[in-house]
């Protein structure tokens, strides 16, 4: 399932464009500010961005696509801004040299997604960026100590197979390994990894633990536990290669 944020401070067309969304087939977040919803996209690391382009404050929607386009981390995300002005000639230019990747007015949203072009053309976004990240190499490696394959879904641990790692903790292993370095929440493992089930605490508690077992020692002690907040993958080696984005 793909992960769509949601940002526009409208509290009708904000709901409206979640739900629509979730129609397509997405599952959905919000942040109704730049600031908020630059904080969202390091932590949730979403497929697709919605972007209303007349954000209140500071981190107006320009700004905040900009920030988005030239970080490393972000920059390939694709960002669909939405204006709520008249649909311009001008608007459209600027957002497209900001790096947007489509811009539209709130307007003629209804006659897109009539004619099947909306959904399509997210879809088409969504698939060109996994595309991408698909033709990196999919296998990352910490030295000798953990190497890991996506394409076919091993993992290594100082030279020999690790054992009893489910195809659950595999992801959960990646999820960790994608952002080393980076404290992540349990409601972002439930999201990534459980799919936003309805997942209790204590079972991403459990599989953390399961999954340092399998890794051993001293690899399982790579996944810190960052009290009051989640968990924390603190690799001894740095790593090298890249992992395609998350599904």
Known sequence: M?????????????????SLLRRFGYRTFCAVRGESALGRVR????????LDSCLPGAFTGERTLRILKTQEST????VVVVSGERHTAAHERAARDAGAELFMSKG???????????????????IRRRAAGAASHPILRFGDDLIIDE???SV????RSADGVTSRLFVLLCEFARFAGQTLTRD????RVWDGEDVHDRAVDRSVARLREC???????????CPGHGYRFVPAIRPVGKFAPAD
């Open 2 to 18: 793909a992960f769509a944020l949601v940002v526009d401070d409208d509290e009708s067309y904000g709901p409206f464009m979640e």
């Open 43 to 50: 932590e949730l690391r979403p497929d697709l961005i919605i």
């Open 75 to 78: 920059k390939d995300i694709p």
């Open 108 to 126: 003629e949203v209804g006659s897109l997604i009539k004619s099947g072009f909306l959904e399509r053309h997210l879809a088409a976004l969504v």
């Open 151 to 153: 394409t076919r879904r």
């Open 156 to 159: 290594v641990v100082l030279g």
């Open 188 to 191: 972002h493992l439930v999201a």
């Open 215 to 225: 890794l051993g020692e001293p690899v399982g002690r790579w996944i810190v536990t």
